[in-house]
């Protein structure tokens, strides 16, 4: 089947297969990195790890770039502002960024640039615009010259009244421009403290690179002349895309990027998010308030990304729930007992089931991303799963529950969730798996010897450490904390 995507340069949805065979060069705008980023930018990045994980569930190679914005307006302030370097303003929030990241079980992607360690290639870039004639010097700065360029308005239709106050611009209207739509290229001329924390030198003299430049050069870096997907928040359409199109490919004079895609904004409890309101939260906040990242993730994805999504407490804690369910359906299917004769039961139609299921996950994940739908068709493999289950006495065929397992499988490898809880369940102390490996073994020495009440003495130990074990029917004992789902199997 065909993934169709909705493209913001086209404004239609359209079937999608890469330039080159079996290969997706797909870029992404990485976090401006000033501050922690919120939940709402970690709404963008996760869906554009949804999407990464899909295409490679379609079978593609996927080669992702995310860039490091570590050098604009913000950066700089807040460098300012502390009296410190760039550095010591970016390096510690990128860390924080990747923390974050590995709690929502993002996937690793294949490089992210750093703007401060691409400025060379950003100014070959505006010396290329300059050759083609796109650009003007003024005060110091270089400028990109919209009246020289045809082809601006490809994502928006532009009234050029309002261009000034739309999106997300850099600050730079203390600088000389021609046109109040013309954007800067490299930024000189006498720059107030700017110069004490970001300054490169350039033909144009002292200076540091545009915002927009940043992402059109890391682009094209790394993935170009053409790339097959950008994406990012909707706020970035606006002059951010608009530009990085016109740097591109009035460089390059190739097309810059085939489809674009953006993710409509997340709101938090029906707001805008804003720490005034209190609604402003971070990953550490919420894992303060007792929450699992998985859980996080998942609501994070719960809506489709060309819809605003609206982050609540409770969302939260039905997400916890809708897991659980998951969680506990997968639990019975790999728990049950595997009988030929269960194909005659209530367990008979599973395998079809299943495969139902997965027809409906892929269909609705073809169809833009369609997570709601996706969801409902695991969702509904797990309701009639639970009733045959029931009726069989806890019994199936190999088949089914192969057939089952895998399609669980097939929605985690996308929505990462499953897989996560995994994760965080055996992120116990290492001390304590330590511990409690340890004394298992000394319990099963103290079985084989004959020692029982030693061996007894021991689960005791062990169970008052909040642990709880379950010796199975072949010898082998797990165990897990009271609250979980079993972590590990001990001998
Ligand atoms: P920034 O760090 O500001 O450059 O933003 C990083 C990413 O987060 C960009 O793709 C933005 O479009 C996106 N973003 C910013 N605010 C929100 C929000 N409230 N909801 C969803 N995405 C957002
Ligand atoms: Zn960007």
Same mark, same amino acid.
């Given at each position: 089947?065909?993934?169709?995507?909705?493209?913001?340069?086209?404004? %239609?949805?359209?079937?999608?297969?890469?330039?080159?065979?079996?290969?997706?060069?797909?870029?992404?705008?990485?976090?401006?990195? =000033?501050?922690?980023? @919120?939940?709402?930018?970690?709404?963008?990045?996760?869906?554009?790890?949804?999407?990464?994980?899909?295409?490679?569930?379609? +079978?593609?190679?996927?080669?992702?770039?995310?860039? #490091?914005?570590?050098?604009?307006?913000?950066?700089?302030?807040?460098?300012?502002?502390? +009296?410190?370097?760039?550095?010591?303003?970016?390096?510690?929030?990128?860390?924080?960024?990747?923390?974050?990241?590995?709690?929502?079980?993002?996937?690793?992607?294949?490089?992210?640039?750093?703007?401060?360690?691409?400025?060379?290639?950003?100014?070959?870039?505006?010396?290329?615009?300059?050759?083609?004639?796109?650009?003007?010097?003024?005060?110091?700065?270089?400028?990109?010259?919209?009246?020289?360029?045809?082809?601006? +308005?490809?994502?928006?239709?532009?009234?050029?009244?309002?261009?000034?106050?739309?999106?997300?611009?850099?600050?730079?209207?203390? =600088?000389?421009?021609?046109?109040?739509?013309?954007?800067?290229?490299?930024?000189?001329? !006498?720059?107030?403290?700017?110069?004490?924390?970001?300054?490169?030198?350039?033909?144009?003299?002292?200076?540091?690179?545009?915002? @927009?430049?940043?992402?059109?050069?890391?682009?094209?870096?790394?993935?170009?002349?053409?790339?097959?997907?950008?994406?990012?928040?909707?706020?970035?359409?606006?002059?951010? @895309?608009?530009?990085?199109?016109?740097?591109?490919?009035?460089?390059?004079?190739?097309?810059?990027? /085939?489809?674009?895609? @953006?993710?409509?904004?997340?709101?938090?409890?029906?707001?805008?998010?804003?720490?005034?309101?209190?609604?402003?939260?971070?990953?550490?906040?919420?894992?303060?308030?007792?929450?699992?990242?998985?859980?996080?993730?998942?609501?994070?994805?719960?809506?489709? =990304?060309?819809?605003?999504?609206?982050?609540?407490?409770?969302? #939260?804690?039905?997400?916890?729930?809708?897991?659980?369910?998951?969680?506990?359906?997968?639990?019975?299917?790999?728990?049950?007992?595997?009988?030929?004769?269960?194909?005659?039961?209530?367990?008979?139609?599973?395998?079809?089931?299943?495969?139902?299921?997965? /027809?409906?996950?892929?269909?609705?994940?073809?169809?833009?991303?369609?997570? %709601?739908?996706?969801?409902?068709?695991?969702?509904?493999?797990?309701?009639?799963?639970?009733?045959?289950?029931?009726?069989?006495?806890?019994?199936?065929?190999? !088949?089914?529950?192969?057939?089952?397992?895998?399609?669980?499988?097939?929605?985690?490898?996308?929505?990462?969730?499953? %897989? #996560? /809880?995994?994760?965080?369940?055996?992120?116990?102390?290492?001390?304590?798996?330590?511990?409690?490996?340890?004394?298992?073994?000394?319990?099963?020495?103290? /079985?084989?010897?004959? !020692? =029982?009440?030693?061996?007894?003495?021991?689960?005791?130990?062990?169970?008052?450490?909040?642990?709880?074990?379950?010796?199975?029917?072949?010898?082998?004992?797990?165990?897990?904390?009271?609250?979980?789902?079993?972590?590990?199997?001990?001998?």
């Amino acid at each position: 089947m065909a993934l169709r995507l909705h493209n913001t340069l086209t404004r %239609s949805l359209e079937p999608f297969e890469p330039l080159e065979e079996g290969h997706v060069r797909y870029y992404t705008c990485g976090p401006t990195v =000033y501050d922690r980023a @919120h939940i709402g930018n970690f709404r963008t990045f996760v869906w554009e790890d949804l999407l990464r994980r899909y295409l490679e569930w379609k +079978g593609y190679r996927v080669t992702q770039v995310m860039n #490091l914005t570590d050098v604009d307006d913000k950066t700089i302030r807040e460098a300012l502002e502390r +009296g410190v370097s760039l550095q010591e303003v970016t390096d510690p929030v990128t860390e924080m960024f990747f923390e974050d990241w590995e709690t929502l079980g993002l996937e690793d992607v294949e490089a992210t640039p750093r703007a401060t360690e691409t400025v060379d290639a950003m100014i070959r870039l505006v010396e290329k615009l300059e050759e083609a004639g796109l650009t003007y010097e003024s005060d110091g700065s270089v400028y990109f010259s919209i009246s020289e360029y045809e082809d601006y +308005g490809q994502l928006v239709e532009l009234d050029p009244e309002q261009l000034e106050s739309a999106g997300r611009a850099e600050s730079d209207e203390v =600088y000389e421009k021609d046109d109040p739509r013309d954007f800067v290229l490299w930024k000189g001329g !006498d720059r107030d403290d700017e110069g004490e924390v970001a300054t490169w030198d350039s033909p144009w003299g002292p200076g540091r690179p545009g915002w @927009h430049l940043e992402c059109s050069v890391m682009a094209l870096e790394e993935l170009g002349p053409t790339i097959d997907i950008h994406a990012g928040g909707v706020d970035l359409i606006f002059p951010h @895309h608009e530009n990085e199109i016109a740097q591109a490919e009035g460089a390059t004079g190739e097309p810059f990027v /085939r489809f674009w895609l @953006h993710a409509k904004h997340l709101l938090v409890e029906g707001e805008k998010m804003s720490k005034s309101l209190g609604n402003f939260y971070t990953i550490p906040d919420l894992l303060e308030k007792g929450y699992r990242g998985s859980a996080i993730r998942y609501l994070l994805l719960s809506g489709h =990304y060309r819809s605003e999504l609206n982050f609540t407490l409770d969302g #939260l804690d039905e997400a916890e729930r809708a897991l659980d369910r998951l969680e506990e359906f997968r639990r019975r299917v790999r728990e049950a007992e595997v009988d030929a004769d269960a194909a005659d039961g209530p367990a008979g139609e599973l395998p079809e089931l299943a495969r139902e299921a997965r /027809r409906g996950f892929e269909a609705a994940m073809d169809d833009d991303l369609n997570v %709601s739908d996706a969801r409902g068709a695991i969702f509904e493999l797990v309701r009639q799963g639970n009733g045959r289950l029931d009726g069989s006495g806890e019994r199936l065929t190999a !088949d089914a529950r192969d057939a089952v397992l895998a399609v669980l499988q097939d929605f985690d490898r996308v929505f990462g969730v499953l %897989s #996560l /809880r995994d994760r965080e369940r055996s992120s116990i102390p290492t001390e304590l798996r330590r511990w409690v490996e340890e004394r298992l073994e000394a319990r099963s020495a103290a /079985r084989e010897r004959g !020692d =029982y009440e030693e061996a007894d003495a021991i689960r005791d130990e062990i169970e008052a450490r909040g642990i709880q074990l379950e010796d199975a029917p072949d010898g082998t004992t797990r165990w897990k904390l009271r609250e979980g789902e079993f972590a590990a199997v001990g001998s």
